[in-house]
C-alpha cells in the first residue's frame, strides 16, 4: 500500500502563484514516477508534469515555462511550482505515483486531490 497526501491549494487571481506539496508513504520502491494530474469539470484528468527518480521530467504543453515540478527521492515528497496561474488551470490537481513490482506493472496510486481555483 502507498499512501499520498496533498497540500497547498487554494484560491488564486490570475497572474498569481500556488505551490502544491505531496507527501508518499507506504511501500514505496526506489524507482519510481511521481507527478501531478488535474481535472477540470467536465473534462478529462490530463498530465500536468511528472517526474521519475532519476531526474527525467515530462511536461503538457500548456504549462512549460509556468510550472516547475521537484521532488526528494529520500523524503518521497513531490512539489508543483505554479507562476504565472491562469483561469484555465482551474481543476482539482491529483498527486500520482507510478511504480511496478511482479503483480502489478506499472501501478498508479492517487492522492485525494486538491482545489486550485484560478479567478479574479
Known amino acids: 500500500q502507498v499512501q499520498l497526501v496533498e497540500s497547498g491549494g487554494g484560491l488564486v487571481q490570475p497572474g498569481g502563484s500556488l505551490r502544491l506539496s505531496c507527501a508518499a508513504s507506504g511501500n514505496i520502491f526506489r524507482i519510481n514516477v511521481m507527478g501531478w494530474y488535474r481535472q477540470a469539470p467536465g473534462n478529462q484528468r490530463e498530465l500536468v508534469a511528472t517526474m521519475a527518480s532519476g531526474g527525467s521530467t515530462n511536461y503538457a504543453d500548456s504549462v512549460k515555462g509556468r510550472f516547475t515540478i521537484s521532488r526528494d527521492n529520500a523524503k518521497h515528497t513531490v512539489n508543483l511550482q505554479m507562476n504565472t496561474l491562469k483561469p484555465e488551470d482551474t481543476a482539482v490537481y491529483y498527486c500520482?505515483?507510478?511504480?511496478?513490482?511482479?503483480?502489478?506493472?506499472?501501478?498508479?496510486?492517487w492522492g485525494q486531490g486538491t482545489q486550485v481555483t484560478v479567478s479574479s
Open positions: 500520482n505515483l507510478r511504480q511496478s513490482n511482479a503483480y502489478r506493472p506499472d501501478y498508479d496510486y
